[in-house]
Every structure is written in structure tokens, then in C-alpha cells.
T-cell receptor, first 110, second 116 residues
Framework: GQSLEQPSEVTAVEGAIVQINCTYQTSGFYGLSWYQQHDGGAPTFLSYNALDGLEETGRFSSFLSRSDSYGYLLLQELQMKDSASYFCAVDGGSNYQLIWGAGTKLIIKP | EAGVAQSPRYKIIEKRQSVAFWCNPISGHATLYWYQQILGQGPKLLIQFQNNGVVDDSQLPKDRFSAERLKGVDSTLKIQPAKLEDSAVYLC??????????????FGSGTRLTVV
């Protein structure tokens, strides 16, 4: 089967750094995407990694290790507005479908 | 640019009733996706259109769900008859071209369906 695992919930303090991990098991792999979704809102694209290494976009960075079937999203200088659910998604199936993790709820405390 | 429009925003129906959702993608986006997101889970692709043709509907419960995209623009998703387990948020997304990695996905705000 195909699956993605990520923690269900992570708690951090405003101004801190937090890492959200994602491990995947898929029959094929082209890349790992990260999406942010606020409660009641639509998912919004954050980042995409096709190759091993770290991609940085402002306060957010995403890492991929294809050999370990593992990636993470790193959020720095946390702000209250970063409180949301974060999903990793892999293209590993047929017809280029995105396979989604169950999401990690990030709770930020002042 | 205007985003992906969906309506209604919320819908409550009784089981065995029918319901329809509407999506208007971003102008010029050829690819349209319908996702089902059950509370606490990630989105699950139901159907993918390229213009007005179906690319993938392998996870669409065809005995009760149907979708169409006339003229390659707007799309409707219908459930008939609804079951309790259909309670979820139905998300529509569009992209400029075939976009397997979700680079260019723009999601609508979704329709929250509650079946009682």
C-alpha cells in the first residue's frame, strides 16, 4: 500500500523553530509537497522537493531525503498566524495523483 | 486574479437525499480536481478533469457520486443518495496545466457537507 505518516499535532512557542516530519511509503516517487491549511480554509501550496536537500523560502524550509523516504518542513520565527494544519503530499501513484498525509496540527502558544 | 469559487459554503442534508456542489475554476485553468476531505484526514482525490474530459475517477464512488465539467469550465459534483459517511469538506482545485506535483494548484474554500 501507499502511506504517508506525520505527527497529528505539534505544539511550539511563538518565536521558536518547529520541525514537522513526514515519512512516506509509495510505489513511485516524483516529489514531496507541503501545504498549509487554516481551519475552515483552503489548502495553500508551500513548497516542493524533488531532489535531496534543503529548499528555503523565507521563514519556511523543506527538506527531502529520498534514500530515507523522509522529509520535513521547518518553520522559523513562529508567528501566531502560523497556527494551522500542515500536510505533506507525494506523487507516488498512477495518473500523477497526489497522495496526502493526514496532516499535522500546529499549535502555537504565546 | 480571482480565486476558485465554490458554492454552497455549507450544506446540511438528511441521508438518502441528493446534493450538488458547484465549482468555477480560475479563468484559463485547464485542469480541475474535486477532493473529499474528511475531518482529521488529508484530502482524497475524487475526480480529475483536463478541459472537459475525465483524466482519473478511480476513487469516485460511481454508484452515488457523479461529476461533470461542461464546456471545460465550471464543474458540478453530485451525490445521490447521500450517506452519513459522506459528511466531509468537498474541495475544488484548478491548475493552469497538467500539474502532478501540485505546484500550481489553487484550492477553493470548499463546501462543508453534513449528512444527518
Amino acid at each position: 500500500g501507499q502511506s504517508l505518516e506525520q505527527p497529528s499535532e505539534v505544539t511550539a512557542v511563538e518565536g521558536a523553530i518547529v520541525q514537522i516530519n513526514c515519512t512516506y511509503q509509495t510505489s513511485g516517487f516524483y516529489g514531496l509537497s507541503w501545504y498549509q491549511q487554516h481551519d475552515g480554509g483552503a489548502p495553500t501550496f508551500l513548497s516542493y522537493n524533488a531532489l535531496d536537500g534543503l529548499e528555503e523560502t523565507g521563514r519556511f524550509s523543506s527538506f527531502l531525503s529520498r534514500s530515507d523516504s523522509y522529509g520535513y518542513l521547518l518553520l522559523q520565527e513562529l508567528q501566531m498566524k502560523d497556527s494551522a494544519s500542515y500536510f505533506c503530499a507525494v506523487d507516488g501513484g498512477s495518473n500523477y495523483q497526489l497522495i496526502w498525509g493526514a496532516g499535522t496540527k500546529l499549535i502555537i502558544k504565546p | 486574479e480571482a480565486g476558485v469559487a465554490q458554492s454552497p459554503r455549507y450544506k446540511i442534508i438528511e441521508k438518502r437525499q441528493s446534493v450538488a456542489f458547484w465549482c468555477n475554476p480560475i479563468s484559463g485553468h485547464a485542469t480541475l480536481y474535486w477532493y473529499q476531505q474528511i475531518l482529521g484526514q488529508g484530502p482524497k482525490l475524487l475526480i480529475q478533469f483536463q478541459n472537459n474530459g475525465v483524466v482519473d475517477d478511480s476513487q469516485l464512488p460511481k454508484d452515488r457520486f457523479s461529476a461533470e465539467r461542461l464546456k471545460g469550465v465550471d464543474s458540478t459534483l453530485k451525490i445521490q443518495p447521500a450517506k452519513l459517511e459522506d459528511s466531509a469538506v468537498y474541495l475544488c482545485a484548478s491548475s493552469l496545466e497538467f500539474d502532478p506535483y501540485g505546484y500550481g494548484y489553487t484550492f477553493g474554500s470548499g463546501t462543508r457537507l453534513t449528512v444527518v
